[in-house]
């Protein structure tokens, strides 16, 4: 009991102050005991629980609480001698939390005899089976046509599958583990709570030190505030989005304060980092031509439809292989501009070689829109063209945030819209006649 | 729980012991008032004596005030017990003249639950032969399957995708579970031993192809249903080099006419594909004796072939062309004479233009020979000088 | 293609990102022709040549413009579609006409000179990309010709009288064959303002007489002047006239009496069907019906001496679908190939980066490109890039709205 009073205890999610007050039920005489060794799994379980690493640690001794608040301590010998009374509802939670840890037990053990089951199945050694390996047997076994990944079948250990849920959050006596229970929202209002209390620590060490001395900060530049759904996630907790905008000032306050630098683990810990900047390692490899100059290749330039692969080539003459052609496989002036664009931005335009096949697209030079006509569904090609001349170049060493800047490195994922019966096209309705 | 069997036994012990009593005991008030006192133990519920006259009418009543209704939850607190010993402290049951709804509920037969077994994968062991288990394509059984799948989209938030048990979803998709490697090993070790070694002296390419110039290509299919039919594997690819067939250029040329655009020029294949037939044998067939007939046509020569015009000869021909007699008038017979090697380049020049198609390069050359001709000088003359 | 140009914006730089328009709908700075420099005679910088007389240029001018005298510009050029529209608009904006000399124009220039007078014609013929400069090259052999004191036949553009005819009649001389009234006219008056001088000087006279109709007679030995004039006069005549005129002139070019120097632009336009050109009973009258064609394949051929053809071959003076090549066997056709062989092709191709780097240069000394970014080095790489060094292209992206 008390290491699992140590550790922080989560309430399941039934309506308490509803059934506090129901009626007394008749337990056995050794049902204590038992309920012991369910909370104790049930909190055993949840020390273990992930979710709650992230939540501030509370020291909370159980017995402790009781005689704070001065409520009557269950001795062994008041539970021997008097049958303890215990409510309807907690003991339909303790019911509950431990079929769910039971569950959980036994959805473990058949996730793991399903693993050895299926490295048996697949003529594979049990002991090098990794959850890739699984996943890729099951996309063998079950071929699945659909296209939502999330919809196809997959085999996992029951943590991923299953949605984390609180245990019990009260002792058998009916009290609560977390002080801020009764808020319904306990995990949340004693964040903020902390939050608060660092506001005031902090504000005593800038007791002497004046506003003007903050300096701005650019720790907090690459990454952003986490977002309502991860906060959810962590507290396990449903919040709306006044209450998200509440903590977030809360935590804008803590960045704003001049002495924040005590506190910058904790509020890294809620922020992260903006997707940017988690894929600045992503450059394509340089590959080292025969002739001794430098080159990236780069597969797959997409846009609508149109597939192309562009070579980049440094040093070069500012020479352009189209499909074969110079840069006058584009006839449109806009098309010829978007293609040399990052080469302008980056200063290489005439330094670089490119080549370029690009295939595809809807209107192809075999069957065009009308007979000589300039474009034919060029502007995608450019477009490909482009992105992967921008990616070529950062992958060069030109300067990566000015092309980010520009949107050359970003794909262009846009389809065609699909035309809608009712509508004349995706979205214009017929002219609506009054008569 | 109360089984129907229970109720009936009770009902039929209620009909018996009544009976009894009303043979051997009468029905004067006061042996049911003895009766009563006394207290018929063992199970059997509460019943009253009625009247006599009414006898048979309260037989039902006692069936029923005999038998209290239970309450369908169950609490663990309920027992059968603390049922009867509430009833047998009751003096009077209350008559039930509506019918309650608990009444029809316990009247009518219960259906035996049959007790289903846990299923079957609980018992397989880790190192079972699979192929033994699953040997031919089934639908999906979640109880012989001993992963734990779960398919189905659900929106992120409290729910998990479904498990196994009754998902259609994984019903739905054609599993392959009859076709894990291993089960495939089995199936080629089985086909081996119909099968020799693919011989040495035909590992050479060239060899192969000189000495099987005809390569026949057709598809079979199979699915996860024991079905191996599909119409797609009717069709049958014949490919050949036109090097290895024997014909003279006539006999080319006519051979290219009549077979179109299944020559590729760039790897002198021509290509046939037949589906015409219902069969795969019948196509194939069908493809042989095409490739002789066509062979044997183009080795003919029709009367009408000789009014083939200049317009679609397939070759240029510059002797007696148009060209030649224009260079002729143009040019003296002296000057005739002496550049015979460059009448002779530009003849090359102009079937080569016709033939191949025109670029720049032939051009250029072209023009080179007509300024040797007309003794004008060439471009690189011209900018030779160039300071 | 109907060369139909007007001014556009003066070119800018550096886009930005998601306008997807074209250069078009930029700004409209116009450039101020008060601040244009009228002495086109200056020498000022390297790119121009003070050389004014073709005849005199060589590998020196390379690369560089040289300026062609108002007065034969005027004579030469200005009525009648000598050089291309937007060429000279752009003269009559830079108050002086000043042509790059380029290679094809040299190695013809050098051709010419060489070719011996004595023997049969020598055809030369230009092709290259759309707006690659065979006109202008064609043009200046105009004014080369002129100073060499040959005869110019100059038909500006062919598909003017196969495609936008103004008026087709039929012919009163030849029976089943069309006339073209006000192209052979216009034809005839630029003839004239070309060539009256020399034609007088040389004195050449009709060799026979000719009757154009009951009354109408032209006496044999009367200049030959008196044929264009009357041409002129009667329209219904004036494509007779021309034929008899080009035969009169190769007879006595043959002779060596005058040098005659043609020149012909889009002349792959008469060997496809005239689709526009229909006669009285609505059908289409194939060229081959046309006396005008009669009159120019004639000049063609090679059965006369004294005299050059120049010829170019150019795929916008066909419909859409025959565009598929620039090249002149396929844009001749069976017959115009067999017409025109043996020939001397000349490619044209698109400008150097020296040479498009002068135009530029020439440009901004004429004030044209207005852009401060326009002479920079950034400008001008963007410059060369967008217009892959067309000429036409160039053009296009300097033009002002």
């Known amino acids: 009991m008390n290491s699992s009073a140590k550790a922080l205890q989560l309430v399941t999610r039934s309506r308490v102050s509803a059934a506090v007050c129901g009626s007394t039920v008749r337990i056995p005489r050794n049902f204590f005991s038992s309920s012991t060794e369910s909370t104790s799994t049930a909190g055993g379980t949840t020390s273990s629980d992930p979710s709650s690493q992230n939540v501030p640690q509370f020291s909370f001794e159980n017995n402790a609480a009781a005689e704070a608040t001065g409520a009557i301590k269950l001795t062994k010998e008041d539970l021997d001698s008097k049958r303890g009374t215990i409510s309807k509802a907690m003991h339909a939670y303790l019911k509950r939390a431990k079929e769910h840890q039971e569950f959980m037990d036994t959805q473990e053990k058949e996730f793991v005899f399903g693993r050895r089951h299926l490295a048996n199945m697949m003529g594979k050694d049990i002991e090098s089976f990794t959850q890739k390996d699984v996943d890729e047997a099951i996309r063998y076994l079950f071929p699945s046509g659909l296209y939502e990944p999330k919809a196809r079948p997959i085999m996992r250990p029951p943590q991923e599958v299953y949605p984390k849920q609180k245990a019990a959050q009260f002792d058998m006596s009916g009290r ?91 509020i890294k810990a809620y922020r992260k980092p903006l997707a940017v900047q ?35 080539t440094v040093p070069g003459t500012g020479e352009f292989k189209i499909n074969g052609q110079g840069l006058d496989f584009f006839k449109l002036i806009s098309n010829r501009e978007a293609v040399i664009a990052p080469l302008q931005l980056a200063k290489m335009l005439g330094k670089v070689d490119i080549e370029a096949n690009c295939q595809g697209g809807s209107k192809t030079p075999e069957k065009p829109k009308s007979p000589g006509c300039p474009d034919n569904g060029e502007t995608a090609r450019a477009i490909a063209v482009r992105w992967g001349i921008a990616n070529g170049l950062a992958a060069l060493g030109a300067d990566v945030e000015k092309l980010r800047l520009a949107g050359y490195l970003v794909k262009d994922y846009r389809q065609r819209e699909r035309k809608k019966p009712g509508k004349e096209s995706a979205r214009r309705t017929w002219t609506w006649k009054k008569r | 729980m109360l089984s129907a069997r229970k109720i009936s036994t009770m009902s039929s012990e209620v009909l018996n012991l009544s009976r009894k009593l009303l043979c051997t005991f009468g029905t004067s008030p006061a042996s049911i008032a003895f009766r009563r006192s006394t ?9 009253t004596f009625p009247p006599n006259h009414e006898i048979y009418s309260d037989f039902n009543r006692i069936m029923v005030c005999s038998i209290k209704p239970f309450s369908t939850k169950s609490d663990a607190t309920t027992s059968d017990a603390g049922e009867a010993s509430s009833l047998i402290d009751d003096e009077f049951q209350p008559l039930d003249v509506i019918r309650s709804r608990s009444f029809r509920r316990t009247q009518r037969k219960r259906r035996e639950k049959r007790e289903v077994p846990p299923p079957r994968y609980l018992k397989m062991s880790t190192d079972q032969d699979w192929p033994s288990v699953w040997p031919t394509a089934k639908t999906f059984h979640p109880a012989s399957v001993p992963l734990p799948l779960h398919q189905g989209y659900v929106e992120p938030g409290n729910r998990s995708p479904p498990n196994k048990f009754a998902n259609l979803e994984l019903m739905k998709i054609p599993n392959f579970l009859h076709l894990t490697p291993p089960a495939i090993k089995r199936h080629c070790e089985a086909i081996k031993k119909f099968c020799t070694p693919w011989p040495e002296e035909l590992k050479d390419e060239y060899v192969l192809e000189s000495l099987f110039p005809i390569e026949v290509i057709s598809n079979d299919y199979c699915h996860s249903s024991p079905s191996i039919r599909d119409p797609k594997g009717r069709i049958v690819t014949l490919r050949v080099k036109l090097s290895h067939l024997n014909l003279d250029e006539h006999a080319k040329d006519k051979f290219l006419r009549l077979v179109g655009e299944r020559y590729d020029q760039n790897t002198d294949e021509l ?44 070759k240029y021909e510059w002797d007696g062309s148009r060209s030649q007699k224009v260079l002729e008038q143009l040019l003296e017979p002296t000057a005739l004479e002496s550049n015979k090697n460059l009448i002779e380049q530009y003849k090359n020049t102009v079937t080569s233009i016709h033939d191949e198609g025109e670029n720049t390069k032939l051009l250029s050359e072209y023009g080179n020979t007509v300024r040797q001709l007309l003794n004008l000088p060439t471009p690189e003359a011209s900018s030779a000088t160039s300071s | 293609m ?11 730089f550096a886009r930005p990102l998601n306008s997807k328009k074209s250069l078009k709908s930029e700004n409209k700075l116009f450039c101020s022709s008060a601040s244009v420099t009228s002495n086109s005679q200056e020498s000022s910088g390297f790119f121009k040549a003070s050389e004014t007389n073709p005849v005199h240029l060589n590998e020196k001018h390379l690369g560089r413009f040289y300026s062609i005298d108002n007065d034969i510009y005027q004579k030469l050029y200005v009525q009648y579609h000598g050089f291309p529209l937007e060429y000279r608009e752009q003269c009559k904006v830079f ?84 006339d073209h009234t006000i192209n052979a006219v216009q034809f005839l008056t630029n003839f004239k303002t070309q060539n009256a001088e020399l034609l007088q000087k040389l004195n050449l006279v009709t060799s026979k007489e000719y009757q154009w109709s009951k009354r109408e007679v032209t006496e044999q030995g009367s200049n030959l002047l008196a044929i264009v004039e009357h041409g002129i006069s009667r329209p219904v005549h004036a494509t007779e006239c021309m034929y008899t005129l080009f035969k009169e002139l190769k007879a006595q070019s043959s002779e060596e009496k005058c040098k005659t120097m043609v020149l012909a632009d889009g002349v792959n336009g008469l060997f496809y069907d005239c689709k526009w050109i229909k006669g009285a009973d609505r059908k289409m009258v194939p060229p081959s019906n046309l006396t ?22 150019d795929r916008i003076a066909l419909d859409l679908e025959f565009r598929e090549s620039t090249l002149p066997r396929y844009l001749l056709k069976k017959e115009g190939w067999e017409l025109f062989d043996p020939f001397v092709p000349i490619e044209v191709t698109n400008y150097t980066a020296q040479e498009i780097q002068t135009t530029i240069d020439y440009y901004l000394e004429r004030k044209w490109l207005q852009h401060p970014a326009a002479s920079t080095e950034e400008g001008r790489l963007e410059l060369e890039y967008l217009s892959t060094r067309n000429p036409r292209t160039l053009m296009e992206l300097c033009n002002s709205r």
Request: charged share 25%; hydrophobic share 35%; aromatic share 12%.
């Open chain 1, 176 to 266: 609560p583990h977390h002080p801020f229970f009764y808020t319904a929202k306990p995990n949340f209002y004693y964040l903020l709570h902390e939050m608060v209390s660092k506001i005031n620590s902090l504000n005593k060490l800038a007791a002497g030190v004046s506003r003007s001395e903050s300096v701005e900060d650019d720790s907090f530049s690459g990454s952003t505030w986490i977002s309502k759904e991860d906060l959810e996630t962590r507290l396990l907790e449903k919040i709306t989005d006044q209450m998200y905008s509440e903590w977030l000032a809360c935590f804008e306050r803590i960045v704003a304060h001049p002495k924040k630098d005590k506190e910058l683990e904790f």
């Open chain 1, 278 to 312: 988690s894929k600045t390692s992503e450059l394509l490899p340089i590959t080292l031509e025969p002739d001794g100059r430098k080159s990236v290749h780069v597969p797959m330039c997409m846009k609508k439809s149109v597939r192309a692969d562009v070579l980049v």
């Open chain 2, 39 to 47: 207290g018929i133990t063992n199970g059997i519920k509460k019943f």
């Open chain 2, 271 to 314: 290509t046939l594909v037949t589906d015409c037939c219902p069969l795969k044998k019948q196509n194939y067939d069908y493809a042989m004796y095409l490739l002789t007939a066509v062979y044997h046509e183009s080795w003919n020569k029709e009367s009408w072939e000789d009014d083939k015009s200049e317009l679609d000869a397939a």
């Open chain 3, 2 to 12: 109907f060369r139909n140009f007007h001014f556009r914006a003066v070119k800018t």
């Open chain 3, 95 to 178: 108050r002086e006409q000043c042509v790059l000399v380029r290679k094809p124009y040299l190695d013809l220039k050098r051709c010419v000179d060489a070719m011996d007078l004595k023997k049969p014609v020598v055809r030369f013929v230009l092709h290259g990309a759309d707006g690659s400069g065979k006109s202008m090259i064609l043009g200046s052999m105009a004014h080369y010709g002129y100073t060499k004191e040959f005869i110019l036949i100059h038909i500006p553009w062919i598909p003017l009288w196969t495609r936008y005819c103004k008026e087709i009649v039929p012919s009163t001389t030849r029976e089943g064959f069309h």
């Open chain 3, 292 to 313: 005008a064609y009669e009159a120019m394949k004639d000049l063609f051929k090679t059965d006369w001496k004294g005299g050059v053809v120049i010829v170019t071959v």
